[in-house]
């Protein structure tokens, strides 16, 4: 699954994350009013997508008015069938943009449905419409907001839309071609930031299209709030999760809610698209949090606010331990053969000679060997030589995107069965985090590719053999 930037969406004021000293500095001298040509637009945060990961790229300095992203590469690990085209990028800022373009609600009418046409037919109102019956719609204005900055997120490829997201497959890449049928709305969500500090964001399930209206048919989960107001939830909904302690090294999963296209916080339904809404959860809010996640029913997004990435790895700090890693000089145990993390610049083709290899069940990391095969039991079924457990016997690679992580440490453990390394604390807490998968499943996932994971604890410690002299 894969984002596309909008060129409207503001840039990312990267001065945040390179100096920590600016954190709480970077208001401008004033801040509800549109930025001033020269200034820095102020970022909101990052959305990182699960199953990508950026490899031998840095950020670019990108012009006002654009987004920024991985330069080179942006892809499953290094892994993405088509490699990059145009706007596509596995992690996205949001950053303040020149002009707010935020919306709020207004005024609302209850009308027929002759008249339905004729009222959302003004491209430059924003409206919510909601069918209630064949004869009636209640229908609700928005009105210019210039205390917020919009930003839309969606399947669509239409200008509103400020990142495209297409659905990824269980396992990592991209699902293609025509027989994919995306289960990912065309508008799928919005997210609002606000242009004062502290720059909060909220999201609201469903995004205005091409003519600025959010449309709820008939067959629509809807209803009318205690306070005479309406709201409704769209057909395979919007999910967020906000992880408990925060993301940083104490953090635990959070629960599952859904969100409805006026933010409220519900309950999950009984699946994904029935028509009866969840219980309403009055103590929580939609307002995203470092380290949210966000599901569109077909891609899961990860929300890091700018205080929150300047606590993760950089890309210089990931490439300096897959140095100390090759500096230790791990050896095959048996073919006594030393190994060697690729660079991550080499992307992700096939192993090379010196690729260390692991059986995930037992993490004993050796060099690449052909005996041991248990061909009944499948083609990737090893037996180990060293404790003699049979089990996957895959390449390990390293994670690349250092948003995905929640501290610096060591790269220590492996996802289970697809061999992505990092830090244990980042291994455990994916590893004991339920994806949404379906219209009712969940399951734990390699954040670095999207595999599903397996075995007990879904991740293994690593047990690396130094050299002999």
């Not at 089990?391 to 690349?400: E, N, T």
Request: contains cysteine; hydrophobic residues 30%; aromatic residues 6%.
């Amino acid at each position: 699954m894969v984002l596309e930037g909008n060129p409207e969406v503001g840039s990312p004021r990267t001065s945040d994350l390179q100096h920590p000293g600016n954190q709480g500095s970077c208001v401008l001298s004033s801040p509800g009013e549109d930025a001033q040509p020269g200034e820095e637009p102020i970022k909101y945060g990052e959305l990182i997508v699960l199953g990508c990961c950026e490899e031998g790229g840095e950020e670019t300095e990108a012009q006002r008015g654009e987004v920024t992203g991985p330069r080179a590469h942006s892809c499953y690990n290094g892994c993405l069938s088509n490699g990059d085209k145009g706007r596509r990028r596995s992690r996205l800022a949001l950053s303040r943009r020149p002009h707010a373009n935020g919306v709020k609600p207004d005024v609302m009418h209850h009308i027929s449905t002759p008249l339905v046409s004729k009222a959302l037919s003004n491209r430059g109102q924003h409206s919510i419409s909601y069918t209630l019956s064949r004869s009636h719609s209640v229908i609700v204005e928005y009105t210019h907001d210039s205390d917020t900055d919009m930003f839309q997120i969606g399947r669509s490829t239409e200008n509103m839309i400020d990142f495209v997201v297409t659905d990824t497959s269980p396992g990592g890449g991209a699902a293609e071609g025509p027989s994919a049928q995306s289960t990912i709305s065309r508008y799928a969500c919005r997210i609002l930031c606000d242009r004062r500090p502290p720059y909060t964001a909220r999201i609201y399930a469903a995004g205005f299209d091409a003519s600025s209206n959010i449309f709820l048919g008939e067959r629509a989960a809807k209803w009318r709030t205690p306070d005479g107001l309406m709201d409704g939830l769209t057909t395979n909904g919007v999910l967020v999760m906000h992880p408990a302690g925060g993301f940083s090294e104490d953090s635990a999963p959070g629960v599952w809610r859904e969100i409805s296209v006026c933010g409220n916080v519900y309950t999950l339904r009984d699946s994904r698209s029935a028509q009866q809404r969840g219980k309403l959860v009055e103590n929580e809010s939609n307002v995203l949090q470092d380290g949210s996640l966000i599901d569109l029913c077909g891609a899961t997004l990860l929300w890091r606010t700018p205080a929150g990435l300047l606590r993760a790895p950089t890309l210089k700090q990931l490439e300096a331990q897959r140095q100390e890693a090759n500096a230790a000089r791990p050896q095959c145990p048996v073919g006594l053969s030393t190994l060697a993390f690729p660079s991550p610049a080499r992307g992700r083709t096939a192993p090379d000679k010196q690729q260390p290899w692991v059986y995930v069940r037992c993490g004993h990391v050796h060099g690449y060997h052909g005996w041991g095969c248990r061909r009944e039991r499948g083609p990737q079924e090893r037996e180990c030589p060293l404790c003699r457990l049979v089990g996957p016997y895959v390449p390990l690679w390293l994670g690349q995107e250092a948003g995905l992580c929640l501290d610096p440490g060591p790269p220590s453990h492996a996802f289970a069965p697809c061999g992505h390394v990092c830090s244990e604390k980042t291994a455990r807490y994916w590893a004991q985090t339920p994806l949404p998968h379906g219209t009712h499943a969940f399951h734990a996932a390699c954040p670095f590719c999207g595999a599903w994971l397996t075995g007990e604890h879904g991740c293994v410690r690593l047990i690396f053999q130094g050299p002999l002299d």
